[in-house]
Each structure stands twice: as C-alpha cells, then as structure tokens.
C-alpha cells in the first residue's frame, strides 16, 4: 500500500517530532522548531507527510513568492523502517511537482550516499560543498535541481 501524500496538519506535530528524533537524533528539531514550522505554514512554507495510518515519513520547504525562483528544501526524512521503499520518491515528487519553473536547492550531508542518490536520481547536481559543515568533520553537499517547464 502507498501512502498518502497530504499537507501536515497541527494534529500531526508529535509524530513529526518524534519521526525527526528517530532519523536525525540529535540534530533532530525540537517541539519548539516544529511548532515554529506550523506558525509559519502559508504558501510560502511547506510541510508534507507521508501518512500510512501513522507517519512514515515528510519533507519540508521554503517556497518564497513567485518573484524568487528559489525553493529550499529544508528537511526530508522516512522512518528507517520504511526506507528504500519508494516513500522518499513519492515526497520528492510531489514536493518537485510544486516547483515548476523554479531552482529547488538542498543541502545534504557528504556521507549520506542514500539520500545522494536519491536527488541524483530525481536530476539534482552538486554546485558546491560547505566544508567540515556538520560538526567540523563531514562537508554539506548542495545540490541544485532545476526545472524550466
């Protein structure tokens, strides 16, 4: 059974937290950010979630007014339990379907090989790296993906 894809709701924000927690440990976001992140839903800020009953997984952007042409992806996750499972593609896809016409950029940590492919896989790039970025011993990798239609 695939997920549904739909737009986080504030009902959802102990499972994002605790979702964050198990895939990011401790650089996951607190309950604070979180709810920060439900503060500022508008057009603007994006969370969406994969949902099978319970969340499985989410990605969250920075979609500014048309005028930029620039969406950041701020986070995606899936639970450990359901990775390589198509989760992660179904959010990039429908996260990508809402940046036509826009540079969508990410940063990744150089060792996640995992997620890496999975933007390589979707047409991001690599434009440059933040050396020594996470924790002054892995680099941040980002990436661009752009899509003219």
Do not use: H, K
Not at 68 to 83: F, G, H, I, K, S
Not at 109 to 116: T, V
């Amino acid at each position: 059974m695939r997920p549904a894809i739909r737009a986080a709701r504030p009902e959802d924000l102990p499972e994002l937290v605790a979702l964050d927690e198990v895939c990011f440990g401790p650089t996951a976001w607190s309950e604070g950010a979180w709810a920060d992140e439900f503060d500022r839903l508008t057009e603007d800020r994006v969370v969406l979630v994969a949902d099978e009953g319970a969340l499985v997984g989410y990605v969250v952007l920075l979609v500014p007014p048309v005028v930029e042409d620039v969406v950041e992806v701020l986070r995606v996750a899936v639970t450990p339990a359901e990775r390589r499972t198509g989760i992660g593609g179904q959010l990039m896809t429908t996260a990508l379907d809402r940046c036509a016409g826009r540079t969508v950029l990410l940063e990744v940590a150089a060792g996640n090989e995992s997620a890496i492919a999975l933007y390589r896989a979707f047409g991001f790039e690599e434009i440059s790296r933040r050396r020594g970025y996470y924790g002054g011993s892995e680099d941040a990798v980002i990436m661009r993906w752009r899509n003219d239609e």
